[in-house]
């Protein structure tokens, strides 16, 4: 079992910047993906941004060249850098881990999850 537990959400202005903080207590053995979902109230849970066990990057179009994210191994830190946030990035995300070859963005596959980050963007 691996838990996750997410940080770093908030309120921000428009442009502002955050950075969410996922520590999970283990990594799975051999291959794995990690990631960021969000969702809204009323709507499906999407992804945003993943990285996998041998670094490869996948983001969702709305995010690209404003989001970034990292892993520091050695602590089992998973980090979601956004900057340029606009208001519609508000939302409840998600730190999330999966046994997979390679990531993919939708989020059945995901095993493990964190209980959220509220992030709200203001105008």
């Known amino acids: 079992q691996v838990q996750l537990v997410e940080s770093g959400g908030g309120s921000v202005q428009a442009g502002g910047s955050l950075r969410l903080s996922c520590v999970a207590s283990?990594?799975?053995?051999?291959?794995?993906?990690m990631g960021w979902f969000r969702q809204v109230p009323g709507k499906e849970r999407g992804g945003v941004a993943f990285i996998d066990s041998i670094g490869r990057t996948l983001y969702a179009d709305s995010v690209k060249g404003r989001f970034t994210i990292t892993q520091d191994n050695a602590e089992r830190i998973l980090y979601l850098q956004m900057n340029s946030l606009k208001p519609e990035d508000s939302a409840m995300y998600f730190c999330a881990a999966a046994r997979l070859p390679y990531c993919i963005t939708a989020p059945k596959p995901y095993d493990y999850w964190g209980q959220g980050t509220q992030v709200t963007v203001s105008v």
């Open positions: 283990r990594y799975t053995d051999g291959a794995y993906c």
